[in-house]
């Protein structure tokens, strides 16, 4: 069921949801090896295996893709975790250069207690700003690149609205027929 483009009329349309699955690719590969190498000893025998996996797209399924969800990232878990103990040892260090070795004892424990309090509570509060997205901003934009269509012609995305959906593409089908 193709549409014409509202823009240009061209009957070369196709919906984004269709182009993002067509242009997008899971790769997986997998290999073994056996070899035989050279040393001073002798003749050693190698063994090894290699795999590979991704995910291979066009531009244009680029551009298609469904919008995202958002999460927490392994890169704010790792500041909550790796940051709080790096800046306390910073903290004692930067004690000892200044001469406040007493300061030392609770630079720390102190630094690091802080900057995890700190950096929790962001890990938190952007987990809540997500999960509020996820449940109320993504599902209609979801629904809307659900209803999208692109034109190959002049590269105008345009959206099917879902309730005239089945009459105006039976117009359509009509019309061709």
Request: proline share 6%; charged share 15%.
């Amino acid at each position: 069921m193709a549409l014409d483009c509202p823009k240009c009329g061209s009957p070369s349309t196709q919906k984004l949801s269709a182009i993002y699955e067509a242009g997008t690719a899971t790769i997986q590969t997998g290999s073994t090896h056996l070899g035989v190498g050279l040393t001073g000893d002798g003749f050693v025998p190698v063994l090894g295996s290699s795999s590979t996996s991704g995910v291979q797209q066009s531009e244009l399924a680029k551009r298609a893709a469904p919008p995202g969800k958002k999460g927490i990232g392994c890169g704010e878990i790792g500041a909550v975790l790796v940051g709080p103990p790096l800046l306390g040892l910073l903290a004692v260090f930067l004690c000892f250069v200044f001469g406040w070795d007493s300061a030392a004892d609770w630079a720390c424990p102190g630094v690091s207690g802080i900057m995890f309090v700190l950096l929790l509570t962001g890990l938190v509060l952007t987990g809540r700003e997500a999960a509020r997205y996820n449940a109320t901003e993504w599902p209609p934009l979801q629904s809307k690149w659900e209803c999208s269509w692109y034109c190959h012609r002049c590269a105008e995305v345009f959206v099917l609205d879902s309730v005239a959906a089945p009459a105006e593409a039976n117009e359509h089908t009509t019309a061709r027929s």
